[in-house]
């Protein structure tokens, strides 16, 4: 397996603080990883960087030996932790709108999904619930058969039955030629689909590895190895 | 299907798949479910049940023929013995337990024995 | 970048189309108000009749700013708000969706400046005394071709200025500060730094570049507006100065957007 996301010394650097300081990591073909941490530990950050939306202070990122840009955008299914359509569109509208502007979005693997989301296309996204509009906008993620899937906490606002429709469809889904970065803070209902694992803290790498290796040398799962690595961070808050 | 996060899955898929063989629900020169029909089933990473049937293909248990399939390897003795293996541990695990709650070896066997006789079959 | 365009205008419909109908409405409502006027008389001086294409043309100037200032308020929110994640996650490059965003306020000024025009001559010809005047010219008016190079002129210069104003808000984007109002200030002050500088500059271009003139005679065709200003010139230095400006701020802006994106 070839790598597909390879991280290399990569900073960002803001005013004030730095958001990444030296992160370097791969990510395999056919992967899924798990990009763990407490809020403001630079998930999101990282996450931009490889959809091309911010840009490095220094270090490379190269995703299929490409550095962002328009090459990667075209591959890469960036999914935001907000929701990014326009209220003005219907679900059948931006679905037409991600059909237009990427080459590999499957209109017929869209309808599927908005059948098992129980969505329509002729709602309008003003009219839907969050947890809907999470749905709609996880359908034309995964409608789309990119290289890269990047998930910033798919799960918010989504009741466990959801829950179970988006993990069934992400199994249903999983291609050997594609790889995906999860960001989430329910560590414990989604830990059973990483292969791999990187804990940030504070923009540092604090821990990374095979998912199934960190369990049997801790002898705990990956939700309880995340209190071990961040549990003395929020005594010191005491 | 639950498991328990604390350890590795896959190691915990493969044991599965060693009772359905003991049993008899997977019988010898069965094909398994493909990778991602049992992930599917399973609800986990595919990789990890990729991982299950390498790790089971190591131990003699499957053969993977490419293209076709995982199947069931072995024969009648092999699936008893296993079966015994299994067992074994089970009672093993079990007794253990009591012992360290205190039974002496003859009120085990008797609560064994009960406990057998009044088991669903 | 054309696709971007169509899915914008499809999302400004119900602005531009409310926009539209009130100034329709209220052309109308001053056409039928001029119409139910009696005949002009000696020494009945009636406000109405002497300003009715002039509320209609200031009219139009207002709904002209107006809308600019919907297009700055969407360029920085679709951008830079949750829509920029949609944006600036597809495939293109900068200079396609700023590119997009000049397409509409081409469009955007060209349909205030005909949509101005046909209302105020529509009045104009309405208006008793005026309209048999000016009736008679306006077919050769609106083939006056200094007419259309003066509006011309106009147009580059404040698409130019809209332009300067994307670089700003842009710029104020790519600055490495994590904090967002330090960014709209700083571009806020770019932006008038620049303008202000221009003008300046502009002006004492004229002076310098004196040679630099063209001779219009827009209204040469309406003998009633001209009177006895039939020629008018046009110094060069300044409208040349912000369409360079203009032109530099498109290709900085795109760059920026390429290569140094802060989202």
């Keep these: 397996m070839s790598e597909l996301v390879e991280v290399v010394h990569l900073t960002k650097r803001y005013l004030t603080n730095a958001a990444l300081a030296d992160i370097s990591f791969q990510l395999p073909e056919g992967h899924i990883m798990g990009l763990l ?59 037409d709108f991600f059909h237009d502007f990427y080459a590999d979005f499957e209109p017929q693997r869209f309808e599927g999904l908005l059948k098992v989301m129980g969505l329509r296309p002729e709602q309008k996204i003003s009219s839907l619930s969050k947890g809907m509009i999470e749905k709609a906008r996880l359908s034309l993620v995964f409608a789309r058969k990119a290289r890269l899937y990047i998930l910033d906490e798919p799960f918010g606002g989504l009741d466990p039955l959801a829950r179970r429709q988006i993990l069934d469809a992400l199994v249903a889904d999983f291609r050997s030629d594609a790889s995906m970065l999860v960001s989430t803070q329910m560590v414990g209902e989604v830990e059973r689909f990483f292969d791999d694992v990187v804990f940030l803290g504070s923009g540092s790498i604090v821990l990374s590895g095979d998912a199934e290796d960190l369990r049997a040398q801790r002898n705990a799962s990956i939700e309880e190895i995340y209190r071990e690595v961040y549990g003395h961070v929020e005594t010191r808050q005491i | ?79 008893d013995r296993l079966r015994e293996r299994l067992a074994c541990s089970a009672v093993e695990a079990c007794v253990a337990t009591l012992r360290s709650l205190g039974y002496s070896p003859d009120e085990i066997a008797a609560l064994a024995a009960a406990a057998a006789r009044e088991a669903q079959p | 970048m054309w696709k971007l365009v169509r899915y914008e205008l499809r999302g400004r419909r119900l602005v531009s189309t409310i926009g539209l109908i009130s100034m329709a409405a209220l052309t109308l409502y001053l056409a039928v108000r001029l119409m139910e006027l009696p005949p002009y008389t000696q020494g009945q001086p009636d406000t109405l009749v002497s300003g009715a294409p002039i509320i209609m043309a200031w009219c139009w100037i207002l709904f002209y700013l107006v809308v600019t200032v919907i297009n700055i308020f969407t360029y920085t929110q679709d951008l830079y708000g949750d829509t920029g994640y949609l944006v600036f996650s597809l495939p293109l490059t900068g200079a396609a969706i700023l590119g997009s965003r000049l397409v509409l306020l081409v469009l955007d000024t060209l349909m205030t400046l005909l949509g101005g025009m046909a209302s105020v001559i529509i009045l104009t010809l309405l208006t008793p005394g005026l309209g048999s005047q000016v009736a008679p010219h306006v077919g050769r008016f609106l083939l006056t071709g200094d007419y259309w190079l003066m509006c011309l002129g106009v147009l580059t210069v404040i698409v130019s200025v809209m332009m300067i104003m994307f670089f700003g808000v842009t710029f104020g984007k790519t600055l490495p500060s994590a904090k967002k109002h330090v960014s709209s200030v700083a571009s806020a002050v770019l932006i008038i730094a620049v303008l202000l500088v221009s003008a300046r500059v502009g002006i004492a271009l004229n002076q310098v570049f004196a040679g630099w003139k063209i001779t219009l005679e827009p209204w040469s065709n309406l003998a009633i507006l001209a009177g006895p200003h039939a020629e008018m010139e046009f110094p060069l230095g300044f409208p040349l100065l912000f369409l360079a400006l203009g032109i530099v701020s498109f290709l900085r802006t795109s760059w920026l957007m390429d290569h140094r994106l802060n989202f």
């Design chain 1, 37 to 95: 941490g407490p809020n403001g530990s630079g998930k999101t950050t990282l996450m931009k960087i490889l959809g091309g939306l911010l840009y490095p202070t220094s270090g490379s990122v190269f995703i299929d030996g490409v550095q962002p840009g328009i090459q990667t955008k075209a591959r890469v299914s960036f999914l935001p932790d907000v929701n990014q359509l326009n209220r003005w569109m219907s679900v059948g509208e931006a679905g």
């Design chain 2, 1 to 79: 299907m639950e498991f328990n996060d604390k350890a590795p899955i896959y190691v915990q898929i493969m044991d599965l798949i060693k009772q359905r063989i003991a049993s008899g629900e997977l019988k010898v020169g069965e094909q398994l479910p493909s990778v991602r029909d049992l992930a599917g089933q399973l609800v986990v990473n595919p990789n990890t049940v990729q991982r299950a049937y390498v790790e089971l293909e190591r131990e003699g248990y499957v053969d993977t023929q490419r293209g076709t399939g995982t199947f069931v390897l072995g024969d009648r003795g092999a699936v």
